[in-house]
Each structure stands twice: as C-alpha cells, then as structure tokens.
C-alpha cells in the first residue's frame, strides 16, 4: 500500500515542535503588509469596475464584482 494523500480529516491535532515558530512582532508585521496590498488590489479592481460599467462591459463588470468580494472576504480575515 502506498502512502495515504495528505488530508485534514488525517491531521493530527496540536503543533510539532520542531516548527518554526514566528514571532507575534513579525506576523503582525507580515499581517500589516498583507493589509496593504489587498488595500491597493481593492483600489484597483474599484476603479477598474467603475470603468467596466461606464463601458457597459457586463462580463467584466461580474469579474470585477467578484474579486471585491474575494478581496474584501480576505481582509475580513486579517486579525487587527
């Protein structure tokens, strides 16, 4: 028998030690960063929905709804 595919139902509850543990300072940094970017991606995908709809690009338009709604549910995420 071949190894099992890796699965969460197969995780084993509770953190190895021996991984790399990362600083409270450095992941709020990273979390900050990570805000940032999904700030300027938001920007962007307003401003380009805003000219999809002066275009009446309907296609477009739907794409660009969806990734505000994609970006804003990951900003949701990142802990204060």
Same mark, same amino acid.
């Not at 509850?13 to 805000?35: E, I, L």
């Not at 962007?44 to 009446?56: D, F, G, T, V």
């Given at each position: ?21 990362? =600083?409270?300072?450095? !992941? ?6 990570? *805000?940032? &970017?999904?700030?300027?991606?938001? /920007?962007? %995908? ?7 709809? =002066?275009?009446?690009? !309907? ?6 709804? *969806?990734? &505000?709604?994609?970006?804003?549910? /990951?900003? %949701?995420?990142?802990?204060?």
């Amino acid at each position: 028998e071949g190894q099992k595919p890796y699965s969460s139902k197969n995780a084993k509850v509770g953190t190895d030690p021996t991984f790399p543990k990362v =600083q409270v300072s450095d !992941q709020k940094a990273r979390d900050k960063d990570r *805000r940032l &970017i999904l700030s300027q991606e938001l /920007e962007s %995908e307003e401003r380009a929905l805003k000219q999809a709809q =002066q275009e009446k690009a !309907q296609e477009r338009i739907a794409q660009h709804q *969806r990734n &505000i709604e994609n970006i804003q549910k /990951e900003l %949701e995420k990142i802990p204060e």
